[in-house]
């Protein structure tokens, strides 16, 4: 039987989907703006390997050795599509930058990444949701709730 905390992972899904919908609507000029930039793409980041991590305990799929492990993980067990592989690790390579290397941001980097590849991040809840969906039904969230 396996343990997937449905309302956990979708309540992540929810929040990683509106910083997506708002990072579109700023620039990233201000100091203040490059802080907001950060943050939403380390949260955004933290998000997408958060439900990985979830999912891959959940549904008792091998260990992840790297943070971009997690990403092969979920395309090798048809969570995600194959095609937007390297849509997904071009966002987890930023994670560095923004929690070690946080002296040196590229804030160009970070905004062209983000905007780049923001379609596919745009799918990437719905390609969790279809998978819970086809695997655990859509009522039945396997919860203690």
Excluded at 23 to 34: I, R, T
Excluded at 47 to 75: T, Y
Excluded at 97 to 105: A, E, G, N, R
């Amino acid at each position: 039987m396996y343990f997937v905390d449905r309302k956990q992972i979708e309540e992540t899904l929810q929040y990683m989907d509106r910083l997506l919908d708002e990072v579109g609507k700023h620039s990233f000029d201000a100091f203040s703006d490059k802080l907001y930039l950060e943050r939403t793409v380390h949260i955004v980041i933290e998000s997408m390997l958060d439900v990985g991590n979830m999912m891959i305990d959940g549904f008792i799929m091998r260990d992840p050795g790297s943070f971009e492990d997690i990403i092969d993980i979920l395309i090798d067990e048809n969570v995600l599509p194959e095609n937007e592989d390297v849509d997904y690790k071009a966002i987890v390579q930023l994670r560095k930058m923004v929690v070690k290397d946080y002296l040196q941001v590229d804030h160009h980097l970070l905004a062209d990444t983000i905007q780049t590849h923001k379609n596919t991040l745009d799918q990437f809840s719905a390609h969790i949701r279809n998978y819970l969906d086809n695997e655990l039904g859509v009522a039945n969230a396997f919860t203690n709730d």
